[in-house]
């Protein structure tokens, strides 16, 4: 640890989320006797906080794609435990929503690896610490009702997580029919709809919302891992405003909502 107190702008709870993770990606693929380091140091106006650990590494191909939502970069066939695969995802969303990034270092496999988080350093700390699950002014106020929808549960959490801490009020659904039933409760600003949902598709709740009263005002946002034209095509057709292709990054999703030109409800 550093010499003085370090002090940051920050969401004590997310960060909190941010290191556990780290940690404990690290004890996943690190052998019972192995080594783990977390280290913290003042590097100019930056605090940098290292995970380091000499696990079964990464091989050299995984690495640009490690941080990607659903990406499962085997480090070991005898050390898999299967998982989605979002949990690098959330940590680098969060780590940019403070404004700061996460990096990651690897000699290989059976050679450890390194996850270093560098945040800006608070110069001048005004007032005392923030108290768990609460925003800093850098979150910004609540800006639009967001309803999320996919029947991957985890995903779901975590991007309306993300979408939270930027100041957004986020609900999910799992499937369509709980979709188009969470609508007329929340009657959202945005609907992030998956398309290949179970029993009713994203296709059909979109139709279905866009047939309520409130529904034409919405901004219905296809947000999914079919890309082909026919998807696209398909997805005008329902009523949605715009077609993402999954893996969307937070800083593309945050900057296609704020260039919505709504009003809140």
Known sequence: MPPRSVYVDGDRTRLAQ???NLLNNAAKYTDHGG?????????????????????????????PRLFEMFSQAARSSARSQGGLGIGLSLVKGLVEM?????????DGPGKGSEFSVRLPVL??????????????EACGGCKYRVLVVDDNEDA?????????LAGHDARTASDGLEAVEAAEALRPDVVLLDLGLPGLSGYEACRRIREQ?????AVIIALTGWGHEDDKRRSREAGFN????????????????????????
Not at 37 to 59: C, F, H, P, Y
Not at 98 to 106: L, T
Not at 213 to 217: M, T, Y
Request: hydrophobic share 40%.
């Open 213 to 217: 009263p409130w529904g034409s005002r």
């Open 35 to 63: 080594r783990i380091r977390l280290e913290v140091e003042r590097q100019g106006s930056d605090v940098v906080v290292k995970v380091t650990d000499n696990g079964s590494g990464i091989a050299p191909e995984a690495l």
């Open 18 to 20: 941010v290191f556990a």
């Open 156 to 164: 779901a959490l975590s991007l309306a997580l993300v979408l939270k």
């Open 123 to 136: 110069l001048s700390p005004v007032g005392g610490p923030l108290e768990n699950g609460e925003c800093g």
């Open 242 to 265: 715009f077609h993402l292709v999954k893996p969307a990054g937070p800083d593309s999703l945050e900057k296609l909502l704020g260039g919505l030109l709504l009003t809140p409800a």
């Open 98 to 106: 403070h404004a700061g990034r996460v990096e990651v270092r690897s």
